[in-house]
């Protein structure tokens, strides 16, 4: 069981691993093992996670959000297949516990009467410099 929160709780079953060959520098070590991560989590098939948090994670995921409902991470920071692992479980980890804290609600404000006297006179003053800038009129 993974830890999302104080109250949630991932199953690792619910994780699919698929390791493939990591890009980048590396020499004989590349070219020969499978030491990149591909981790799916299917969040439509997550019975554990409120329904809330699927949305924000999803909001969240981005582009890492693949055929509708799967989150596909992909990790190969690390020379070896377990180090990629943990690092791919830990950035899901992380990106559940980000959808696990609802975002604080925005209070409504009002502009102060010396904000909005200053605004208006910032837009006189505007209009004046490039009311000065016309040619002079000639009747």
């Known amino acids: ?3 999302i929160g104080p109250n949630l709780f991932l199953d690792e079953n619910e994780l699919s691993f698929e390791f493939v060959r990591s890009s980048g520098p ?3 070590n590349v070219n020969k093992v499978a030491t990149a991560v591909q981790l799916r989590f299917d969040l439509s098939a997550n019975e554990s996670l409120p329904n809330a948090i ?3 994670a999803r909001a969240l995921a981005g582009s890492k959000l693949v055929g509708g409902d799967v989150i596909l991470i992909t990790a190969q920071r690390h020379r070896t297949q377990h180090r990629n692992r943990q690092d791919a479980v830990e950035r899901l980890v992380s990106l559940l516990q980000q959808a ?6 925005r209070k409504k404000t009002r502009r102060t009467k010396g904000s909005i006297e200053r605004r208006i006179q910032a837009k006189r003053h505007r209009g004046e410099k490039k009311r000065d800038r016309r040619p002079p009129r000639v009747d």
Not at 100 to 105: F, I, S
């Open 100 to 105: 696990a804290n609802p975002p604080k609600r």
């Open 1 to 3: 069981m993974l830890r």
């Open 54 to 56: 699927k949305a924000r």
């Open 26 to 28: 590396g020499g004989q």
